[in-house]
């Protein structure tokens, strides 16, 4: 990756890009890679991230940048099928938690399903996550 000839230290994301830490994947392509939160804000929460790490979304080169966001979409699609009696898919993109370029991506019915805050102290629930992960992928 490019963040090692920078001399970055690899972000937790960038770990699960290259297989050093297990995740529950849904999608993947050449420049994303799309799976399932371990704290997620409302059931059916996915992570979509950059394959190329940067801090922020906006300096993504374009063409990643515009991948990011076909994902997004595709992601957004996916959930609103598994969940439809959901009114809302959201996307939100803060990069306050993890300095990589992602957006989570979550159905929603309320204002307050989307300013969830998870219980991060929480043990995931592998066992929801897989379930749900199988339900997502595509």
């Not at 890009?17 to 995740?23: L, N, R, S, V, Y």
């Not at 394959?51 to 959930?79: C, G, M, R, W």
Request: hydrophobic share 40%; net charge negative.
């Amino acid at each position: 990756m490019w963040c090692e000839t920078l001399g970055m230290e690899d972000s937790i994301f960038t770990k699960i890009i290259k297989g050093e830490i297990p995740c529950h994947k849904i999608y993947e392509d050449d420049k994303t890679l799309a799976f399932m939160d371990i704290h997620p804000i409302q059931s059916g929460h996915v992570l979509v991230v950059s394959k190329d790490q940067v801090s922020n979304f906006y300096d993504l080169e374009p063409a990643s940048y515009h991948a990011l966001f076909i994902t997004v979409q595709k992601v957004a699609k996916k959930l609103k099928e598994v969940f439809p009696n959901k009114t809302r898919i959201g996307v939100m993109i803060e990069g306050l938690d993890v300095d990589h370029a992602h957006a989570k991506v979550f159905p929603i019915d309320t204002p307050s399903e989307y300013r969830n805050v998870p219980d991060m102290s929480a043990d995931p629930d592998d066992s929801a996550l897989a379930d749900l992960a199988q339900k997502l992928a595509f």
